[in-house]
């Protein structure tokens, strides 16, 4: 069973609006939960990561918001561009588990001009 | 610098057949992955290798073996190839900690198998 559990499985925003995708967890032993972009035919790279000793994170366009009592996560693209269609996919790793990333089942975002 | 490499970019299999897919990388890390992507599962770990010499299995490793053969490679062989196997497969390599970089995990290109 999947230990990330993400929503939705696709998505279409206009270009200039927002994406929002959610990840949940269970693992109380997750400390660190990055975020993946992919490009078909690509392999994936990371985007942006945050660890729960922050709230929130932002790099540009892109803002994680952390909430450490629902276990839960999600990315936020500000002012979506058609260059951010892709798939997105959410992790988690920590405890003791050799730093294994646990992926949610990613999301396809395209963006419409 | 190429990051991390993978060759075949695609091959097509029968049941039964045994193929090896290499992974290498030139970022000196110590650990290295092995994942398979299907779609709406996202990538799950095969195998992995948390420095050189040592291997261990991860959430689908049935069906599959690994060699860690020196620190920059890290090979996947199916040897009796099943249709199940049909996925793409992506390998990953890891930094040392400490930075921005402490857990960022770097990933090849794919490699497109297909089992008839």
């Known amino acids: 069973q999947q230990q990330v559990k993400q929503s939705p499985q696709s998505l279409i925003v206009q270009k200039g609006g927002i994406s929002i995708i959610n990840c949940a967890y269970e693992?109380?032993?997750?400390?660190?939960f990055p975020w993946y972009q992919q490009f078909p035919g690509k392999g994936p790279a990371l985007l942006i990561a945050i660890r729960p000793d922050v709230s929130e994170k932002k790099e540009g366009r892109f803002t994680i918001s952390f909430n450490k009592s629902a276990k839960q996560f999600s990315l936020h693209i500000m002012d979506s561009q058609p260059g951010d269609s892709a798939t997105y996919f959410c992790a988690a790793s920590g405890g003791s588990n050799d730093y294994k990333l646990s992926f949610g089942a990613g999301t396809t975002v395209t963006v419409r001009a | 610098n190429a990051g991390v490499t993978q060759t075949p970019k695609f091959q097509v299999l029968k049941t039964g057949q045994s193929m090896t897919l290499q992974c290498a990388q030139d970022?000196?890390?110590?650990?290295m992955y092995w994942y398979r992507q299907d779609p709406g599962m996202g990538l799950r770990l095969i195998y992995y290798?948390?420095?050189?010499?040592?291997?261990d299995k991860g959430e689908v490793p049935n069906g599959y073996n690994v060699s860690r053969l020196n620190k920059r490679e890290f090979s996947l062989r199916l040897e009796s190839a099943a249709p199940s196997q049909t996925s793409v497969y992506f390998c990953?390599?890891?930094?040392?900690?400490?930075?921005?970089?402490?857990?960022?995990?770097?990933f090849g290109p794919g490699t497109r198998l297909t089992v008839l």
């Open positions: 970022m000196n890390h110590n650990s």
């Open positions: 290798s948390a420095s050189e010499g040592t291997t």
């Open positions: 693992n109380t032993a997750f400390d660190y």
């Open positions: 990953a390599s890891r930094g040392l900690a400490g930075g921005n970089s402490y857990n960022e995990q770097f």
